[in-house]
């Protein structure tokens, strides 16, 4: 028979069962001032207990999803930033492009103005 002590403050009654009963199927609980002694005929890994009986609170499940939607509005801003930069550079391209253009019209002219002259 395996017997483990566990403070009632690292599970509630409820996950506790629902632990123990995937992992050894039958078992006996006492609680006793804010500690549980677990009774059982099946050896299991008091770790294995512990994993199973990992609980996130409410309030860190709130901020977790929080933290998960201000990266997603972070992403969204990098990717519009990138975009807007993409946009601006083609800007600049397409300005140097009618730069060029326009001098090449001003060599042509001068050329053409000094062979009529």
Known sequence: MVEITL???YVSPVIL?????ELVGEYTVELNQNVYTIRSEKDFNMVDLLQSCERVSPRVEALQKLARERE???EMERKRERVREKEKKEKE???EKEKEK???KEKEEAMLGGADG
């Open 7 to 9: 403070h009632s403050r």
């Open 17 to 21: 069962s629902a632990a123990l009963t």
């Open 72 to 74: 997603r509005e972070r």
């Open 93 to 95: 391209k397409e300005k």
């Open 102 to 104: 326009e001098k090449e």
